[in-house]
């Protein structure tokens, strides 16, 4: 039984995203940010001052580009 925990440990440890995997160029992700809002759309390009997401409405449609700071972030989910 804790072998099996431990193998489990593991599988998860191999399978979870890094950082630049998870926010690499055309990922899709949702952030929620200290500006008020929350917001959906492919990665663009990041660097050590924030994130320019290509922004999308819920239907898909393009909305333009966004650049967040890392400062305003607070929270980003991906698949």
């Given at each position: 039984?804790?072998?099996?925990?431990?193998?489990?440990?593991?599988?998860?440890?191999?399978?979870?995203?890094?950082?630049?995997?998870?926010?690499?160029?055309?990922?899709?992700?949702?952030?929620s940010a200290?500006?008020?809002?929350?917001?959906?759309?492919?990665?663009?390009?990041?660097?050590?001052?924030?994130?320019?997401?290509?922004?999308?409405?819920p239907s898909g449609i393009?909305?333009?580009?966004?650049?967040?700071?890392?400062?305003?972030?607070?929270?980003?989910?991906?698949?």
């Amino acid at each position: 039984m804790e072998n099996e925990k431990i193998e489990d440990l593991n599988k998860l440890k191999e399978d979870a995203p890094d950082i630049p995997g998870g926010l690499k160029r055309g990922k899709m992700v949702e952030i929620s940010a200290r500006i008020g809002s929350d917001l959906a759309g492919y990665v663009c390009d990041r660097d050590a001052v924030g994130l320019l997401l290509d922004v999308r409405h819920p239907s898909g449609i393009h909305a333009g580009y966004e650049f967040i700071t890392w400062h305003s972030i607070e929270r980003v989910s991906f698949e």
